[in-house]
């Protein structure tokens, strides 16, 4: 691969749009309409995969879409 195309495939990666992989806790509860707490409670019973980055907590988005669907799938009776 020359420098050119090595630039024009940089270029390409970015401008698409990153998806987080961990978000905060504001954003998991927009994502879920759950509570601070309750997204604590679950990620402490280990429910929920979480990082701690520093002094903050990031959830892994798709361990809560997870843990959303199953917990919808539930509640139907499915």
Same mark, same amino acid.
């Given at each position: 691969?020359?420098?050119?195309?090595?630039?024009?495939?940089?270029?390409?990666?970015?401008?698409?749009?990153?998806?987080?992989?961990?978000?905060?806790?504001?954003?998991?509860?927009?994502? @879920?309409?759950?509570? #601070?707490?309750?997204?604590? *409670?679950?990620?402490?019973?280990?429910?929920? %995969?979480? $990082?701690?980055?520093?002094? @903050?907590?990031?959830? #892994?988005?798709?361990?809560? *879409?997870?843990?959303?669907?199953?917990?919808? %799938?539930? $509640?139907?009776?499915?």
């Amino acid at each position: 691969m020359n420098d050119q195309e090595h630039l024009e495939k940089e270029e390409t990666l970015l401008k698409e749009p990153i998806q987080p992989e961990y978000i905060s806790y504001p954003e998991a509860e927009r994502y @879920s309409g759950l509570s #601070h707490t309750t997204l604590w *409670r679950y990620v402490t019973s280990g429910e929920l %995969k979480a $990082a701690r980055v520093g002094r @903050s907590v990031r959830i #892994h988005l798709p361990t809560l *879409r997870e843990f959303m669907e199953t917990a919808s %799938k539930e $509640a139907v009776g499915q």
